[in-house]
C-alpha cells in the first residue's frame, strides 16, 4: 500500500508542476525515481497514463480520471493524518498557493509573514501567475482571486473589496488636457492589461470608450509604471497605484464613471478535503483583509465618490481581474 501511495504522489507532483524533474524536485527525490514510480503505476494499471513529447507531458483521459481520484484519496489521506494528530495544537506541513504577482508582491507577503510568526512548522509555497489556475488538478490547497466568480466545486472566501481607477501621468494631463468623460481617452493612447478582453478593460459605467492601444503588459505594475513614464492612460486596482496617487506620480481621472467594484476571494477545494493548515491560513486572511482596505483609506477625500461598496459574492460583473 505504501507504494501504491508514493506512486500517486508521484503523479499527481509531475502533473501540479508540468513536468518529471520538477515533480521530482517538489518530492525531494530524484528524477529517476518518480520516472519508476510512474512507469510502475502505469504497468500495474495496464494503461498510458501520459503522453510524453520533447517539450512538455500530458495526461492522457485515463490519467486525468485517475489524477483526479488520487488527488482526492491523498487529500483524505492527509486529513485523516491531521485528525489523529489533532491533539497538537501546532500545526506542520506545506500550504500550496496560488496568487496573482502584484497582490502577493504588495500585500500578501506581509500578512503572510505574520501568519509564519504564528505557526512556525508550517511552509509556503506559492505560485505567482496571474492566469487563472486549476486548483484541483494542479494540487493547490487554495487560490487568490479577483474577479466576480462563476458557478463551480470550489468555495469561495470573502477577502476584501478591490476597487479599479482611472489612472494617468500628471505630465500627460497637461500635454493631453483632462479628460471630463469616457469618451476624451480616445485623444490619449492606452496600456492595457493583456490577460482581459480590451472592451472589459475599459468598461466604465454606461460606456466602453474608444482608446488606441499599443502597448499592453500580463502584470499590474508593469502597466503603472508604463503609466507613470507617461506612456499613456490605464485602469488599475487601487492596491497597485495608490502609493503612486499619494506621492503625486499618478492622478486619478473619471472616477465618478468607474465601474462598481468588485472582490477578492480565497477559493480552495470542498471543506470535506481541506487540510487544517490550510482552513487556518484562510480565517487568518479574512481577519487581516477584512473591513475597509487601508490602502483606499484617504485615497478618495477629494473626488466625488461615495463609500466604498462592498460587492455580492453571487452578484454579475463584466469587471476585469486585474491583478
Known amino acids: 500500500m505504501a507504494e501504491r501511495i508514493e506512486e500517486m504522489r508521484a503523479l499527481v507532483a509531475v502533473v501540479s508542476t508540468g513536468g518529471f524533474a520538477a515533480g521530482a524536485k517538489q518530492l525531494g527525490v530524484v528524477k529517476s525515481a518518480v520516472s519508476r514510480r510512474i512507469r510502475d503505476l502505469e504497468d500495474r494499471l495496464g494503461a498510458r ?47 500550496r498557493i496560488a496568487a496573482p504577482v502584484s497582490f502577493t508582491t504588495r500585500c500578501l507577503v506581509p500578512a503572510l509573514g505574520r501568519f509564519l510568526e504564528r505557526h512556525p512548522a508550517v511552509s509556503l509555497s506559492i505560485d ?5 489556475v486549476d486548483v484541483i488538478r494542479n494540487g493547490y490547497d487554495l487560490a487568490i482571486r479577483i474577479a466576480c466568480l462563476p458557478d463551480s466545486s470550489l468555495v469561495a472566501r470573502r477577502l476584501v473589496t478591490i476597487r479599479h481607477v482611472c489612472v494617468v501621468s ?23 492589461y493583456s490577460n482581459v478582453d480590451t472592451a472589459r478593460y475599459w468598461k466604465f459605467v454606461g460606456n466602453v470608450p474608444s482608446v488606441t492601444c499599443k502597448l499592453d503588459f500580463a502584470n499590474g505594475d508593469a502597466i503603472r509604471e508604463a503609466v507613470i513614464a507617461g506612456l499613456g492612460v490605464a485602469v488599475l486596482p487601487t ?10 506620480d499618478l492622478s486619478i481621472v473619471l472616477a465618478q464613471y468607474m465601474r462598481p467594484p468588485i472582490a477578492m476571494y480565497a477559493v480552495h477545494p470542498s471543506m470535506r478535503y ?6 487556518a491560513l484562510i480565517n ?13 483609506q484617504g485615497l478618495f477625500k477629494d473626488l466625488a465618490l461615495g463609500p466604498i461598496q462592498t460587492p455580492r459574492m453571487a452578484s454579475a460583473c463584466s469587471a476585469p481581474p486585474l491583478d
Open 49 to 95: 497514463l501520459f503522453d510524453r513529447t520533447t517539450r512538455c507531458v500530458q495526461l492522457t483521459e485515463v490519467g486525468r480520471e485517475f489524477h483526479d481520484r488520487a488527488v482526492e484519496l491523498l487529500a483524505g489521506l492527509q486529513e485523516a493524518e491531521e485528525a489523529a494528530s489533532s491533539s497538537s495544537c501546532d500545526l506542520k506541513g506545506c500550504i
Open 128 to 132: 505567482t501567475d496571474d492566469r487563472t
Open 239 to 248: 492596491f497597485i497605484v495608490h502609493d503612486a496617487v499619494r506621492r503625486g
Open 284 to 296: 487568518f486572511l479574512v481577519d487581516a483583509f477584512g473591513g475597509d482596505p487601508e490602502w483606499d
Open 274 to 279: 481541506q487540510t487544517a493548515r490550510a482552513r
Open 170 to 192: 500628471p505630465a500627460l494631463l497637461k500635454k493631453l488636457g483632462t479628460p471630463l468623460t469616457p469618451d476624451d481617452l480616445s485623444r490619449f493612447p492606452g496600456v492595457v
